[in-house]
């Protein structure tokens, strides 16, 4: 049976639901040893992160965000029992599972990597963990890490990639699970997806939406890595794009092609 472990970041908005998929899909062909969840973006400063998220969502959009999240706070401390349709945090959901959470500094810390060398996973599975993994971590798993990014890899690298491609016009969403290395958005594609921007979507409904796609496309990689070697397809550097969080210029932009945030 294939041992993973996930390194993932707090969220219950819009990381909780790809758990929530892939955790319904009971198998005999891995098993999950542990989540370990970094605080939210990491080290990045809470001042400049709402005032960023407020500019993207605007003041209404962020009340409703910030509405939700309470709301998962306070119902997600409550027991909840398994096989339920919906979970409030990511705590509550390993409970309901059986799965081991543990809240976590940077991933790269020794008392980290002495747990996970403790436990002896075969692979390691980043979602959206706010941190660049070291050589160190990388070459822990005797199968490596992957990383599920969402964009046609090695386009659209770095942040925010769902925004950049509704923002270019694209009428689809990519997803590329891909081999770690420590540059960013680096590696062999392990699964190339796209999802269908539907007319009229927000940014909010389609992360939601690909999150729990790509629960689907992970689970497709396990069982291929499970099967025996795989072979990747290399990223080829001079086709990439890297983007970071939009400006307030670019936001506006965004809205006046008449795409919504939320």
Known sequence: MLRIEFLTQE???YI????????RQKTDIWSVQSISCCRTMGNRSRSKLLRELAQLYGTFGLSRLLARTAVSKVLGTLPRGSGKQRYFSLPQLCQAQGIPYASIGNPN???????????GCDLIV???CPFIL?????????????????????RYKGMMPTFWQMYHGERTV?????????KID???????????IEPGETLDHLIRRSKRHAASCLAQVLQSIASGPVTGEPLNREEGSYFTFPTFAEIREFQRRGLRAI
């Not at 810390?109 to 436990?119: K, S």
């Not at 990519?174 to 420590?182: A, C, K, N, R, V």
């Open 11 to 13: 969220d219950p908005l």
């Open 186 to 196: 680096e590696g062999e594609a392990l699964l190339r997806e796209q999802l269908t």
């Open 134 to 154: 070291k050589p160190a971590l990388l070459q822990l798993p005797p199968l490596g890490c992957i990383n599920i990014h969402h964009a046609p890899l090695p």
């Open 16 to 23: 909780l639901p790809f758990f929530e998929e892939f955790l």
């Open 174 to 182: 990519g997803l590329t699970i891909h081999s770690m290395t420590e």
């Open 109 to 119: 810390a020794e008392e980290v990597l002495a747990g996970i060398r403790q436990r």
């Open 126 to 128: 980043s979602v959206a």
